[in-house]
């Protein structure tokens, strides 16, 4: 393997070598005409004359490969390309196809079109171990142990169950209502029995068995004024129920003693209501 | 569906922009505790005013039933002044006939706990309202209570006064009901 500094010799050397082999160039060129009338010359599309002597100097003027396999991968000025000046008609002109010509121009003028040797180049096995980095735990300080009284505040506390089971509603019963001379059984009969007095002919004779009145409908509250805000929110706010009257009996008619009223129309009762006087 | 006699849907409206409260639209009502109705104590004055506010309620069942017509049945009565005695939260009100006598039997906290007031203001309001129903005027008296409830007996008003002498005497209801007969008038 060259040291860097070795490199650095032998690319100045190759340069120096470049540039004499350039104006050596330039000095043949000079002899056939100036820069100027060769730039002139137009080339054949296709075929490019070339003189055979001039031909036959270029390869010996391309670098040895080796060389430019050493050069840099960028030459810092483009090689000047030989041109071609007009021949008269005695001359001898080779043709070539111009594109082994130029091919081999562009080799001398061209080199990183050259396929550099490869060099075997083994990569180092980079060994990255990390810096170990010094990590210390920042000390965590205890958390303040809770306040009691923050404890207490947001502890629910569990629902304690009875030991015993509730004692059914009928415990709660005043025992003032139920009569000492009877027993808890004879009582819950005696709630559960009819009344005596409420036999089926009596309720057909006193006509207490009417048809149930219709369940009335809500009480409307009319006239709520819509910008009283707070007035409207409490009505509305309010339970329907809260506004319903429940008439369990809007009215019975009883006949203690008597004929049989029921059949009398409201006008007859009235009547026979108002005739009614005291006896002396 | 017929429309029933009583109904309390349109019974009562409150006009908040009026702060004002009334029964069909007509006659204005003021909400106040039992015991400020409680604490009336009874007048000429007040058994007049309650027997106009019970004539307006049974000006509104004559509009609705010919008690004229042979079809109209003593449930009307029944039914509808019933159900604007609940309303107005005066208590659970039933008719009973003894014989011919018409005795209107009231039940509720409100007669559980009557005052003199209070009883003035139902007699005024059962004796306008029944003189709404026909030419004749009525007389109202409270004869006593009778198991859990008050007995109001409603009549000629000539014989109003008599019945009234005897339930001062200590007469009881069935004592009194029981000197009633058919008179000539």
Known sequence: MLTTEERKNRLEELLVRVRSNRSHLEKQRSEGGSLQELSTVRPVPDRVAMPAEELSQLPSQSPEPEELSALPSKSPEPAIIPQMRERSDDE????????????????????????????????????????????????IEPAPPRKPKLKAEFDIPSPQLPEEPEEPSTAKLDA??????????????????????????????????????????????????????KAADAVR???????????????EVAVVRGETPLQWTLRAVLERAWKLDLKE | ??????????????????????????????????????????SDTLRTAAMDW????????????????????????????????????????????????????????????????VSVLMEGFLAGYLSALGSDTFKVVRLGEASGGWLFWAGNPRVAPKIRQRVSAGRTPMEILNTLVTGEN
């Open chain 1, 92 to 139: 001898i002109a080779t043709v070539v196809p111009e594109t082994s010509v130029m091919q081999g121009l562009m080799q001398d003028s061209m080199p990183e079109s050259i396929e550099p040797e490869p060099v075997p180049v083994e990569p180092k096995p980079v060994a990255v171990e990390p810096e170990p980095v010094p990590v210390e735990p920042e000390p």
């Open chain 2, 54 to 117: 019970g004539k307006l309620h049974g000006r509104r069942l004559a509009e609705r039933v010919d008690q004229t017509a042979e079809n109209t049945s003593l449930e009307a009565l029944s039914s509808h002044l019933g159900g604007t005695l609940a309303a107005f939260g005066l208590g659970r009100l039933s008719i009973e006939i003894h014989g011919s006598a018409l005795l209107f039997k009231a039940e509720g906290d409100l007669n559980s706990r009557i005052t003199d007031g």
């Open chain 1, 176 to 229: 003032a209502s139920i009569p000492a001379s009877h027993d808890l059984e004879e009582y819950r009969k005696s709630l559960q029995a009819p009344d005596p007095l409420e036999t089926p002919e009596r309720k057909k004779e006193t006509g207490a068995e009417l048809p149930p009145m219709t369940e009335p409908p809500p009480i409307a509250v009319s006239s709520i004024p819509p910008t009283d805000v």
């Open chain 2, 1 to 42: 569906m017929e429309k029933p006699l009583f109904d309390a849907s349109s019974f009562v409206k409150i006009d908040l922009t009026k702060g004002a409260i009334s029964s069909s639209g007509k006659d204005r009502l003021v909400m106040v505790p039992i015991s400020v109705l409680q604490s009336l104590r009874p």
């Open chain 1, 237 to 251: 706010e309010t339970p329907k129920r809260d506004f319903q009257p429940r008439i369990e009996a809007s009215g």
